[in-house]
């Protein structure tokens, strides 16, 4: 039998498996739209994933200046932290360049080298879903004094923070976002965001979990209470900004006040932080209007899948999915162009 340390993760899930089986009517098996627009019912290990999303790649010396000027724009003890994990990456990068450098080959090290590449990233992001997990099933209960606890409120922001940042909708935003610039040094530009995405997606979920804690009391938490006929769905994109001054045909960075964050964690429930305080704090029971309005700006921001435990549920919203994502890329090629 293989060792484990030698088994590689590939396929690197950007949307939690777990997460998506509170959809699920069997523990496995989940509704939801393909490429093409179809409705299908799979595992939902097989979704919202892509091969080596997360592994580790080489930095070179402008990829590391993109780096720290991303870093740069951070609190102070954001960017040590950002310092630390990177050390501990760049330790790995280190060691193999000594390994490939020596007249020693060994086939265990190869192994070893490639599954840690593979699997490290992954790895933390399994920790932050593990310490979310206990905290997702009590919500879903309707008990929201979970967090309470500061050191589970913590838990849950970072979690939450990882949820917008990891997926394969927002490095395509952020990576339209860079390639409006056809000069030398656009392109260039590009092609280090696409290949240290690794790290810096990363980074950006340290300081959007970072940012959602520190101004916890300032904004309303809710939980969303569903007890219509419609329920929630979720997608490829999770976690949303739904805040009423955020248009989809405008693409501009909100300001500090423009942050509505939903995020469905079941049928049933959903989490949502508002600054613009349109919930109260607490549980909060809404009706069948409300649950559709979130349950389209959800697929509109999707950019394949939306999820459910009936079919008939997505039918109405397949045609939205990809819509932002579309716009997106017609608003920074109308930008490139002019």
Known sequence: MQDKTFQAKRKHHYVWANYLKRWSTNGRDIYYTTITGKIKYDSVLGLAMDKDFYQLKPIDSFQLEVIK????????KLQEQHKAYFSDFCKLQQAEEAYNLSATKNMGVDKAIYA????????????YESDAWPILNELTNGNLNILDDDKNMIKFMVFLGHQVTRTKNFKDIAILA???????L????????E????????????????????SRKQENHSLLLNNTSVPFITSDQP??????????????????????FYYPISPKYAYFISASHRFEKGIITID???VIELNTKLSKHAITHIFSDRKEILEPYKKLVGQNI??????????KNS
């Open 186 to 193: 656009g392109i260039k530009l590009k092609k280090a965001m």
């Open 239 to 260: 976690l949303i900004n739904v805040h009423p001054n955020i248009r989809d045909d405008v693409f501009k960075a909100p300001s500090e006040s423009e942050f509505d």
């Open 178 to 184: 860079t390639s409006n610039n056809s000069t030398e």
């Open 69 to 76: 000027r991303i870093s740069a724009q951070s609190p102070e």
């Open 288 to 290: 069948e209007n409300t």
């Open 326 to 335: 579309k716009k997106a890329g017609e608003h920074f090629e109308n930008i």
């Open 195 to 214: 290949d240290a995405w690794w790290f810096i997606s990363y980074m950006y979920g340290m300081n959007f979990g970072a940012s959602l804690y520190f």
């Open 116 to 127: 840690t590449k593979c699997n490290l990233l992954e790895n933390l992001h399994a920790c």
